[in-house]
């Protein structure tokens, strides 16, 4: 879902917007002037220049402020990427623009792979990268990897769906990976609980991350550890022990490695698939016989 105020100040900046991720969730306090620094490197535009332009663009709408998350190269050489988190009362949305070496022109949308085979070096990134639980068999020629976090609504959401999309291919390989969001405040804690409940038991990790979602309105930041230990125990392990093993440096690598892998590959929200490497973003429960056509395809491309 996007919320009605920032969709219409996207819209005002840029009359479409492909790329964004959005996950209706509890405004974070975001400022309109975002401190990370105000130097600029190469072709890249200062922090000071991005958020003059952004209070331009949206200084006038008092219940939205935004952060910046980044300003980077992008993808295609030459064009600077710009990551803003847009937050009003309704929720919060990460979007991308892009600036054009001159600093006078930006672009927004989705920098889509191009070629032959375009989707194989995500498809061959993630084969070497992905280390979450799993179903299906590894050979199987269709492999369908969701980044999630539990915290997200649109996840949520979504689940019935995907659980749907991966039922009605058998042979297809599923594989969940951890992306807890910045912006939700008891995410990060719930990926290092999905993390340990995964490495002690495989058939629990499907149950904790069902039963969370299921309860995931109940939880807060504050009892974040109560609630995800009842929940580990009730999958079927050990919550003391997967609570302990959530603290752990080691954890947090491995959730923090999950993070690298889904932004190696393009990742900016949740939940995310990619299906043999083709990316499927803004993930809508409505389109379910496109999601189930687009793995049936892959199926026989893989065969």
């Known amino acids: ?46 922090e000071a220049t991005v958020d003059s332009f952004l209070h331009q663009q949206f200084g006038y709408q008092k ?5 910046i998350s980044g300003i980077r190269p992008s993808p295609v050489a030459g064009l600077a ?41 995500a498809k061959q990134r993630l084969e070497k990268g992905i280390t979450g639980p799993e179903r299906g068999p590894k050979d199987a020629p269709v492999t369908i990897v969701e980044f999630g976090d539990l915290q997200c609504p649109a996840c949520k959401a979504a689940q019935p769906t ?3 999309l991966v039922a009605a291919e058998p042979n297809a390989r599923f594989v969940f990976q951890n992306f807890p969001l910045e912006m939700h405040n008891w995410a990060a804690k719930g990926a290092a609980y999905a ?10 990790f499907w149950k904790f991350v069902s039963k969370t979602y299921e309860t995931q309105s109940d939880i807060t930041a504050e009892t974040a550890d109560e609630k995800l230990t009842a929940i ?4 079927g392990v ?42 499927v973003g803004s993930f809508d429960p409505h389109l379910s016989d496109v999601y189930k056509s687009l793995v049936e395809f892959a199926a026989k491309q893989g065969k």
């Open 232 to 235: 580990a125990d009730g999958a």
């Open 63 to 67: 219940d939205l402020t935004w952060k």
């Open 238 to 279: 050990k919550g003391a022990d997967i609570a302990a093993c959530a603290l752990k440096p080691e954890t947090k690598a491995r959730v923090d490695a999950s993070i690298a892998l889904g932004k190696s590959v393009d990742v900016t929200g949740t939940p995310t698939l990619y299906i043999n490497g083709r990316k």
């Open 1 to 46: 879902m996007r919320s009605s105020l920032i969709s219409i100040c996207i819209l005002l900046l840029a009359g479409s917007l492909a790329a964004a991720q959005t996950t209706p969730a509890e405004p974070a306090p975001a400022k309109p002037a975002a401190k990370l620094g105000t130097h600029a490197t190469a072709d890249l535009p200062s």
């Open 81 to 121: 990427e710009v990551t803003v988190v847009l937050a009003s009362p309704q929720g919060q949305q990460l979007t991308k623009f892009y600036v054009s070496p001159d600093g006078e022109h930006a672009l927004v949308g989705e920098i889509i792979p191009f070629g032959v085979r375009p989707f194989d070096p």
């Open 195 to 204: 993390d340990c409940v995964g490495r002690a038991s495989n058939d629990a």
């Open 162 to 164: 995907i659980e749907a």
